[in-house]
């Protein structure tokens, strides 16, 4: 008589059990929250075809840059950050590892040549992103970020904020001198 | 400086969430007033809080503050004022806030308008709406913040999802949530009752206007968001059974259910320990909706953010709700006894039977939606329940039902005698089997069984829930709101019952490639595609075509849908024109440009009948369950105690 009242709690009880399995399931095929930073990581770098903001009338397919590693720096001219960043990435590019490539996002044309006239030019191209749609397609919450695309063409890594050699040094050479490969403890690359 | 503020103030609001629970249950164990006081007074507290902490939110979305991330990841300075503002609940994290806030809005309304029930039990009550209060706001301080920093900031956000820029999305999501969250509260009157032991006529009569108002709320919210879908998706259907939208439609059902439960339990003292189930359950669905479409468990086009994370707190915050509540059932539910019977026909088992129906029309979605979760718990192959499996089963208990319903809403309590409306009800009904015949062969040409079918039970139906309004005010006798807004919601679904039918049967779609001067049957309709030409918007250009639609040789409309694209993002969007009459929807969408010329276009051509009745269908319903809350006996202060006598007249009254 009185055990029926134990039912509903009996069925519950063995549906939250599925549930968490469930929930267990989807957290070992690999969705590590603490890891993801961007649901791009791990997959894929969209392609884009831009002007360049050296010469415009000359095109920057991310095509060619495929086969082996390069960065993707995300500035612009109106970001103070970005002019923080700036002697970093001059000294990356002198360390001649891997190729960097700029992607001028939602900024004046003419400032932007300014700037890398200016404050020196540590890009090997620096792509014309003026509505912002590609860096749209890369996810990119603002300026600066900076990628890493493997030479497999998969995004290995993602940078939100100013580089620093620090950051460049325990997060970045690592994983280039892995090609792929998981997170290595801090310090060990350099 | 002030989104810490917000982030500090929804910290107050939980450690004063956390003073209304320990003082509600320890204040009403031990009998101590000054401790029941401090849990009122930490519910205002908590109330304050959070509606500042929402205040902060909103004000962080008006100044476009992009160094917060969720502003920068879902609004933008280019947005309309009106879409800054309601992007606040445009993703996860602000829609939790949102719950929060209206959980806090709820908890106030009962605490100060509940009068007829003794203090402890209230208290009792408090605590309960704060321990949930808790766990949601541990939730979205744990796992989504919304006043979480980015930095550094952006210089512009990245906008508001394009689909829920549209005044379907302001109102739906704060309907809905007044719906979901609203069953609380007959949860934490059940919850209560159960620590309690005791549960009276003034219980359920306490109860009943909340429950009115927030299944209201949950049908007015569920239906905005099918009208949403209908004009903004552009499927040309109100409903797809998809996991989101049965999230919502499953605590109706049982919110339906308990509605008429509760009537029992009122009047007669009966069904008690299974009210208190269905008050656990309603709750207990609208936390399962809240888990299975933010937990990323089922993937559906409604859900906009998911993160197993956020579902391991959710599955523990129902484990512990919902358990608890359930093992306290267990322990407790065999008190409530009830000594009274009833007979074979009499409104109790009409009741009943409704009851049992709208459980197994709940099973048969829930079944429907965890299906995909159990088959790949299974390890089976993925496979997937649509539209198919619900078309067939769920008419299976709701055709009987509304026939029951039809009858039962004349049944007296205890022993019925139907020998009164046998005669109305038998007329009505061959009126209503005719009605059935000549609208589907006058109106629509062809007539299958089962049109006849659904339109002769929504005739009838609705002759039904008139014939007692209109005996009342015949014979000179006062109409209470009770009966009125029984009566009124029941037309509602007489309405809706209608609406859907002749909207399914009749219902034409064509694709057909037209070139101008051509024209393309459609239904009884003839659509005559006139012309193309190009024309500009302000941040767009577009190919517009003319089309004509015609009845019986009459011109009824000239319809001008349009191929967009939009300069910036150089997105085709195809805008659809609609003629929109009471009793029908012809639409006409552009698709692509056919042949060398580019004058030939392929388009999409929609008819749909009466659909309009789907939604005024339920907004009538409703109505009628807002009109009911406003019965006299509710209003009753003094009525502490239920003495036999009002128990009597009150159920002499109906309903």
């Known amino acids: ?190 | 400086m002030i989104v810490e503020l917000g982030h500090f103030a929804l910290v107050l609001a939980l450690c004063l969430a956390a003073m209304q629970s320990y003082f509600g249950l320890a204040g009403a164990h031990t009998q101590r007033a000054q401790w029941m006081a401090v849990a009122r007074s930490a519910l205002v507290g908590q109330f304050v809080f959070t509606v500042l902490a929402f205040g902060i939110l909103v004000y962080a979305f008006e100044r476009s503050d992009f160094s917060v991330r969720y502003v920068a990841m879902t609004s933008s300075s280019a947005l309309p004022a009106i879409y800054k503002f309601t992007a606040v609940w445009g993703a996860h994290e602000g829609s939790m806030l949102l719950w929060l806030l209206v959980l806090a809005l709820w908890s106030v309304a009962v605490a100060f308008f509940t009068k007829a029930m003794p203090e402890s039990f209230l208290s009792r009550v408090i605590a309960v709406l704060g321990v949930v209060s808790i766990g949601v706001n541990l939730f979205i301080l744990w796992t989504s913040n919304p006043f979480e920093r980015l930095v550094p900031a952006a210089v512009d956000g990245n906008d508001l999802n394009p689909l829920l820029q549209d005044p379907g999305f302001v109102m739906h999501p704060p309907m809905l949530y007044f719906g979901y969250v609203g069953m609380a509260i007959p949860f934490a009157f059940a919850v209560a009752a159960l620590l309690e032991g005791k549960l009276d006529t003034v219980w359920a009569r306490s109860l009943r206007p909340w429950t009115n108002i927030a299944w209201a709320f949950l049908t007015v919210g569920i239906t905005l968001g099918s009208w949403w879908a209908y004009y903004e998706l552009g499927w040309g259907g109100w409903w797809f059974w998809d996991p989101v939208e049965n999230s919502s439609f499953m605590p109706w059902l049982v919110g339906t259910a308990l509605i008429h439960s509760l009537a029992v339990t009122e009047k007669r003292g009966l069904f008690k320990s299974w009210t208190l189930l269905l008050s656990i359950f309603a709750f207990s669905l609208s936390l399962l909706g809240t888990f299975l479409v933010r937990s990323g468990v089922l993937v559906s086009v409604h859900s906009f953010a998911s993160d197993p994370k956020r579902g391991v707190f959710i599955l523990m915050l129902l484990a512990l709700c919902i358990g608890g509540a359930l093992l306290l059932y267990a322990w407790r539910a065999s008190r409530f006894r009830s000594d009274v019977g009833f007979a074979m026909v009499s409104r109790e088992s009409f009741l009943l039977f409704n009851n049992a129906l709208l459980i197994v029309a709940t099973l048969i979605v829930l079944i429907g939606t965890l299906f995909p979760l159990f088959i790949d718990a299974l390890d089976l192959p993925k496979v997937s329940v649509g539209e198919p499996f619900y078309n067939l089963m769920f008419p299976l208990p709701m055709l009987p039902m509304l026939l029951l319903l039809a009858v039962g809403m004349h049944a007296g309590w205890k022993r019925a005698d139907l020998s009164m409306v046998r005669k109305p009800l038998l007329i009505g009904a061959v009126i209503a089997v005719i009605i059935g015949i000549a609208i589907p062969l006058t109106g629509y040409g062809k007539a299958p069984l089962m049109t006849c079918v659904g339109i002769s039970i929504a005739a009838w139906l609705a002759f039904s829930a008139l014939i007692e309004p209109f005996n009342r005010i015949r014979r000179g006798h006062s109409l209470s709101p009770s009966v009125l807004g029984m009566s009124i919601a029941h037309l509602g679904v007489a309405l809706f019952v209608l609406g859907v039918t002749i909207a399914k049967s009749y219902t034409a779609d064509r694709d057909t490639a037209l070139s101008p001067g051509s024209t393309a049957q459609l239904g009884q309709y003839e659509l005559t595609f006139v012309n193309v030409k190009d024309v500009e918007g302000p941040n767009y250009t577009a190919a517009e075509a003319e089309v004509v639609v015609k009845e019986g040789g009459k011109v009824i409309a000239t319809l001008h849908p349009q191929k967009r694209i939009y300069r910036v993002q150089k997105n085709p969007m195809t805008e659809s024109d609609f003629l929109a009459d009471w009793n029908r929807h012809i639409s006409v969408a552009m698709g692509e440009p056919l042949g060398r010329e580019g004058d030939t276009w392929s388009m999409r051509l929609q008819y749909r009948p009466l659909v309009r009745f789907v939604w005024m269908g339920a907004l009538i319903m409703a109505l009628g369950g807002i009109i009911a809350v406003f019965d006299k006996r509710y209003r009753t202060v003094a009525a502490k105690q239920s003495s036999p006598v009002t128990a009597q007249a009150a159920a002499k009254q109906g309903v």
Not at chain 1, 13 to 36: D, H, K, P, Q
Not at chain 1, 45 to 52: D, G, I
Request: charged letters at 20%.
């Open chain 1, 1 to 190: 008589m009185k055990w029926r009242f134990a039912i509903p709690a009996i069925v519950f009880i063995a549906l939250c059990g599925v549930f968490g399995w469930m929930l267990y399931r989807t957290g070992a095929e690999g969705y590590n929250v603490s890891v993801l930073q961007s649901p791009l990581l791990g997959k894929g770098a969209p392609s884009f075809k831009l002007p360049r903001v050296e010469a415009m009338d000359q095109e920057i397919d991310s095509r060619d840059y495929a086969g082996k590693a390069y960065l993707l720096n995300v500035w612009a001219t109106w970001c103070v950050e970005c002019r923080h960043e700036h002697p970093v990435l001059l000294a990356i590019a002198r360390q001649n590892i891997v190729p960097i490539i700029g992607l001028d996002t939602k900024d004046d044309l003419n400032d932007a040549q300014r700037w890398l006239n200016a404050l020196g030019n540590p890009y090997v191209a620096t792509a014309f992103d003026a509505d912002g749609r590609v860096a749209l397609d890369w996810g990119v919450y603002g300026a600066p970020e900076t990628f890493l695309i493997g030479a497999d063409g998969k995004i290995l890594y993602k940078h939100v904020g100013a580089l620093s050699m620090r950051v460049w040094q325990e997060q970045f050479l690592p994983r280039i001198q892995q090609g792929s490969a998981p997170v290595k403890p801090v310090g060990e690359g350099s």
